[in-house]
């Protein structure tokens, strides 16, 4: 097995100073890092259990099988928050057919991004033992 110490989401955007507008002012998510400058300029950003690093720069969008899946303590909250930063809102939210409470939004090289509320009683909240 490979022991594996850390890991990130590497997005190579077509505009760098827009996507780092859009993943740390509007969604605001916390920069973990930064590192380099003009063209090699990075931001890695805290994305929960992970990290999201925007750096580079692609001639070409990412594919659109790519998406982030971001689980949110409010979902009604982060809908309203987004929606006054000016974020367009894909999809409200609405309940899923397998009980999570999701609200699609995508970044600005449309990357899908899926805002996820686990309701008290999903089975995703269920821990043996615990």
Known sequence: MVHVLGSR???RPTDP???RAFYGDQLGLA???EF???PE???VYFLGGGFLEVSGRSE???SPEVRLWLQVPDLRAAHKELREKGVEI???PEREPWGLDEMWIADPDGIPIVLVEVPEE???RYRPGI
């Open 60 to 62: 070409t969008p990412s």
């Open 90 to 92: 894909v999809r409200a």
């Open 41 to 43: 300029r990075g931001t």
């Open 17 to 19: 100073d827009r996507s």
């Open 122 to 124: 999903h089975p995703l």
């Open 36 to 38: 380099g400058t003009g």
């Open 31 to 33: 920069v973990y890092r």
């Open 9 to 11: 989401l590497l997005v």
